[in-house]
């Protein structure tokens, strides 16, 4: 089983800041690295495919980097409406496997 | 519009059995490969389950291998999940989700909450 591992496990930054967010895999995926935000009471947001494709309707402002077994998620100026929780997945191998993921709070 | 909706959740034993549904609709349900994933309270997210878009292969983890069960109905556009045997650590929020675009779970439903307790 690929694991992965997220850190810092919570963030805490004011609106306007860059955010940084990493997610360390056990063995290489490759490129094949998912990120997602959650929000509370909310289901999951697809943000990133493929390490560094945005979704539809993601904004700009969201950017992944990555490749083999490190991958970094940023958000360039936090918004209010950033400050959640995110997880990254792996696809390459059975089984699918989430990081334990970071949350952003506001400082 | 893609919509998923799940419903079949609540208050089980342990050892007791439950049924999921997850009512699709705004895509060609018959075309894309869907899974379930969980949610313990406070927890992280854990993949429970996947079904290719015929049916014919199911794939799970070792966590519920043997105890849940995973199959749709493309005619009537829904997924199902078939948990038995079921543990005090099965208590989540179940999630279904289809799988789109980069092999991602593009569109989620809002969740069905199965709680484990006697």
């Known amino acids: 089983e690929i694991v992965l591992t997220q850190s810092p496990a919570t963030l805490s930054l004011s609106p306007g800041e860059r955010a940084t967010l990493s997610c360390r895999a056990s063995q290489s995926v490759g490129s094949q690295l998912i990120w997602y935000q959650q929000k509370p009471g909310q289901a999951p947001r697809l943000l990133i495919y493929d390490a560094s494709t945005r979704a539809t309707g993601i904004p700009a402002r969201f950017s992944g980097s990555g490749s083999g077994t490190d991958f970094t998620l940023t958000i360039g100026g936090l918004e209010p409406e950033d400050f959640a929780t995110y997880y990254c997945?792996?696809?390459?191998?059975?089984?699918?496997?989430f990081g334990g993921g970071t949350k952003v709070e506001i400082k | 519009e893609v919509q998923l909706l799940e419903s079949g959740g609540g208050l089980v034993q342990p050892g007791g059995s439950l049924r999921l549904s997850c009512v699709d609709s705004g895509f060609t349900f018959s075309s894309y490969v869907m899974a379930w994933v969980r949610q313990a309270p406070g927890k992280g997210l854990e993949w429970v389950s996947s079904?290719?878009?015929?049916?014919?292969?199911?794939f799970y983890p070792d966590s519920v291998k043997g105890r849940f069960t995973v199959s749709r109905d493309n005619s009537q556009n829904t997924l199902y999940l078939q948990l038995s045997s079921l543990r005090a650590e099965d208590t989540a929020t179940y999630y279904c989700?289809?799988?789109?675009?980069?092999?991602?779970?593009?569109?989620w439903g809002p969740g069905a909450l199965v709680t484990v307790s006697s």
């Open positions: 079904i290719t878009s015929g049916g014919d292969y199911t």
């Open positions: 989700a289809r799988r789109g675009v980069g092999v991602a779970f593009d569109y």
């Open positions: 997945q792996q696809r390459l191998r059975w089984p699918i496997t």
